[in-house]
């Protein structure tokens, strides 16, 4: 378990919104952002250098999952 904070960007023509990352591992992330929708692929801002793509698995509430794509 962890909290630390990120930027989620959903594409072109979308400003990059912050979000909580509160798991991690090496295929995915589960995120806490209130957001009223959520696409089915984004970018997961860790820093300004680093990102990842990722591809929505799962959502219950404000609570979310994703895998890693890139």
């Known amino acids: 378990m962890c909290s630390r904070l990120a930027k989620i960007h959903f594409g072109a023509g979308s400003l990059p919104r912050d979000c909580t990352i509160t798991d991690i591992s090496d295929g995915g992330v589960k995120v806490v952002a209130e957001f009223l929708e959520v696409p089915p692929q984004f970018t997961i ?4 250098d680093y990102s990842r793509q990722c591809r929505l698995r799962w959502r219950i509430g404000c609570e979310f999952g994703a895998e890693f794509v890139d």
């Open 45 to 48: 801002i860790f820093a300004p």
